[in-house]
């Protein structure tokens, strides 16, 4: 059984306004990088995102990004009792859907844990913080409230 997951949110904006809200580093630190992000997700960068409820900054992989339309991230899996040695990276797929009306469908998947007790717990995991990322985005771009904000510190 593959351990994988997709959330999805529609947002009452325009896809490109949605898509930047994600690929911007100061825009995707106002809603969903407590601790910030550096460097803007492009084909074939490494970035920056860093979070208060899991202190230090942490490398991102874009493998793939293309405007309007599609991220693929990579990053180390967050599964406890692994060491160095034994780390792996799990696969991050944003998708961007202009749904009509201004508005754009936005799905997450995740994928590439092990599968063992300690992999399904990482994905439980990961699953709650793209699920709050989406009603963060959602907040954000609709309401310009930042739902995280003090919510870890």
Not at 33 to 40: E, V
Not at 98 to 108: A, F, K, N, W
Not at 122 to 142: D, F, R
Request: negative net charge; hydrophobic residues 35%.
């Amino acid at each position: 059984m593959e351990l994988t997951f997709t959330v999805s949110a529609r947002i009452s904006k325009p896809v490109h306004e949605v898509f930047e809200a994600v690929a911007d580093p100061k825009k995707l630190s106002g809603y969903f990088t407590t601790g910030g992000a550096k460097g803007r997700l492009e084909t074939g960068t490494t970035v920056s995102w860093d979070f208060q409820d899991f202190p230090g900054a942490f490398p991102v992989e874009v493998i793939m990004a293309e405007q309007d339309r599609q991220i693929i991230l990579q990053w180390q899996a967050n599964e406890e009792g692994v060491d160095e040695a034994g780390s792996y990276n799990t696969t991050v797929t944003i998708s961007f859907e202009p749904i009509g009306d201004d508005r754009t469908l936005v799905s997450i998947t995740e994928n590439g844990w092990r599968e063992t007790p300690a992999g399904l717990k990482a994905s439980y995991g990961n699953c709650q913080g793209w699920s709050q990322m989406l009603c963060a985005l959602k907040a954000y771009l609709e309401y310009r409230i930042n739902l995280r904000e003090g919510m870890y510190k």
